[in-house]
């Protein structure tokens, strides 16, 4: 099987309105920029979109959500988007925000075939309301179920043509998880090497996760929230 594509505006051509999809990184390192960006001139629309959060206005996932291609978002935070914000209060999306790390847990239990999961965090708020709680050694838990999509975009430093991927730093932030949870996975690299190129101690998703692969091109790489010391510090 052939799972080299020519380019991200191919990768996308299947994808239908009304998608939902898994987009990894972490604000906006290791996000699948190219892919994102094709989906956005393509037009897709009416999309679920579960990912960390949704950029910055002008990039990463913001991108789709200024041209009003999002209808759900599951995130962790609305983050330093404004226009997210402003959706978000106004109704005009529709966000189910989950603590970071059950985010994390779920997507993996998503991969992992695994019904659901016990967890403390977020008892007693509205996090929990309308899911089974229970006492678990005298203390009180809350059930949360697997999140699964039909597509996961993620982002590599290095992958090989069979799909074998390896992450860099902090680029790694939730795309091997994602990687697991969809019926199909689509990965844009920065390097396409030939198999046997990457040791295999080294690889992080193994290629019989990723359906797809791509090598992108011109990434931005921008620093979320630039913070800097004053001279006299």
């Not at 799972?3 to 390192?29: H, Q, Y």
């Not at 892919?35 to 960390?52: E, M």
């Not at 988007?81 to 529709?94: A, P, S």
């Not at 080294?202 to 797809?212: D, E, L, S």
């Amino acid at each position: 099987m052939n799972k080299v594509l020519a380019s991200a505006e191919e990768a996308v051509e299947a994808i239908p309105d009304g998608a939902t999809i898994m987009m990894g990184g972490f604000g906006l390192c290791g996000i699948p920029e190219r892919l994102i960006a094709a989906l956005r001139a393509r037009g897709t629309k009416d999309l679920t979109v579960i990912s960390n959060n949704a950029g910055v206005d002008d990039f990463g996932v913001g991108l789709l959500l200024r041209a009003r291609q999002i209808s759900k978002m599951i995130a962790t935070y609305v983050g330093e988007n404004k226009e997210f914000e402003r959706q978000f209060l106004t109704g005009e999306v529709e966000v189910e925000l989950v603590p970071q790390g059950t985010f994390a847990e779920r997507i993996r239990a998503g991969g992992a075939g695994i019904g659901g999961f016990f967890t403390p965090t977020g008892f007693g708020t509205l996090v929990a309301e309308g899911k089974e709680t229970r006492l678990i050694d005298g203390a009180p838990y809350v059930l949360e179920k697997p999140l699964k999509a039909q597509f996961a975009f993620v982002k590599g430093w290095k992958g090989d043509r069979a799909g074998n991927l390896v992450y860099r730093k902090t680029a790694r932030n939730f795309n091997p998880v994602m990687a697991t949870a969809a019926a199909v996975t689509i990965a844009e690299v920065e390097q396409l090497v030939e198999p046997g190129e990457i040791d295999p101690d080294h690889v992080v998703t193994p290629g019989i996760f990723v359906r797809y692969i791509l090598q992108g091109t011109h990434y931005e790489k921008r620093i979320e929230k630039r913070t800097v010391r004053g001279t006299g510090d």
